[in-house]
């Protein structure tokens, strides 16, 4: 995987390796047209994404806002500058994690043109067992600035 999807961690606050690998995949999912059931894989099944005025609840809201997220563009890639780890809830059981993400994406439009933005993301991450189990979003926001 490539440095685009290798983001910064606070030095102060200790972040799981499989939190960090998750993130880096989950963005090169992102970027990768044909790859939607992984990228849907990635998430509970109740939850809930956000981006900007789309928002969808469940996996086939969740599907369906993913296909439509290719329907303008033939290539995006992803940067992800800074990822910036919260703990609200019990850390001990290591279940759940809260972390704010920033960064750029780039798109390749289908009319040949390319767009670039500064985006940030507000995440939950929960694990649909104990240590060891896959972590999924149960919730995802993010905000993008053209």
Not at 30 to 39: C, E, N, V
Not at 88 to 101: G, S
């Amino acid at each position: 995987m490539s440095g685009l999807y290798q983001p910064a961690y606070p030095t102060n606050h200790p972040v799981a390796q499989s939190i960090k690998d998750f993130i880096s995949k989950f963005y090169a999912t992102s970027d990768t047209p044909g790859l939607t059931d992984d990228w849907v894989g990635c998430f509970r099944d109740d939850a809930t994404v956000i981006m900007g005025d789309r928002v969808a609840e469940g996996k086939e809201e969740i599907r369906k806002l993913r296909l439509s997220m290719w329907k303008k563009v033939t290539s995006r890639k992803h940067v992800v500058v800074k990822v910036f780890p919260a703990s609200f809830e019990r850390i001990a059981d290591m279940r759940a994690a809260e972390f704010m993400v920033f960064g750029a994406v780039t798109y390749g439009l289908k009319t040949g043109e390319e767009e670039a933005a500064d985006w940030a993301a507000h995440a939950k991450l929960k694990r649909d067992g104990g240590v060891g189990s896959p972590w999924r979003f149960e919730y995802y926001k993010v905000y993008i600035q053209a």
